[in-house]
Nanobody
Framework: QVQLVESGGGLVQAGGSLRLSCSASGRTFSSFGMGWFRQSPGQEREFVAVISSIGSITYYADSVKGRFTISRDNAKNTVYLQMNNLRPEDTAVYYC?????????????????WGQGTQVTVSS
């Protein structure tokens, strides 16, 4: 099991940028595939971006491709989500998740560990 803590959310105007961080406890972080997902009120949690255990493979939702970048620093047990050119429709609670197989996959049910989430609000 790994404990995850997200940070970096906040209020930003459309076109602005934020960088989310997800810090993980435990010595096995480098073996986990990691993902960022988001959830708006009344909506299901949705895939945003995922990264493989050593960071060599990444995938993005079409809605964020070209604007968001996922990365990780295994020496710091941290995964990041750089969000540029933010839009009001990006407003949501952002969660990071961990999967034990180390793969970069968007299927949410394979993520067994989750953080508490961080709120991102984009004003128009």
């Amino acid at each position: 099991q790994v404990q995850l803590v997200e940070s970096g959310g906040g209020l930003v105007q459309a076109g602005g940028s934020l960088r989310l961080s997800c810090s993980a406890s435990g010595r096995t972080f480098s073996s986990f595939g990691m993902g960022w997902f988001r959830q708006s009120p009344g909506q299901e949690r949705e895939f945003v971006a995922v990264i493989s255990s050593i960071g060599s493979i990444t995938y993005y939702a079409d809605s964020v491709k070209g604007r968001f970048t996922i990365s990780r620093d295994n020496a710091k047990n941290t995964v990041y989500l750089q969000m540029n050119n933010l839009r009001p429709e990006d407003t949501a609670v952002y969660y990071c998740g961990a999967r034990r197989d180390g793969l970069a996959r968007a299927w949410i049910r394979d993520y067994g560990d989750w953080g508490q989430g961080t709120q991102v609000t984009v004003s128009s």
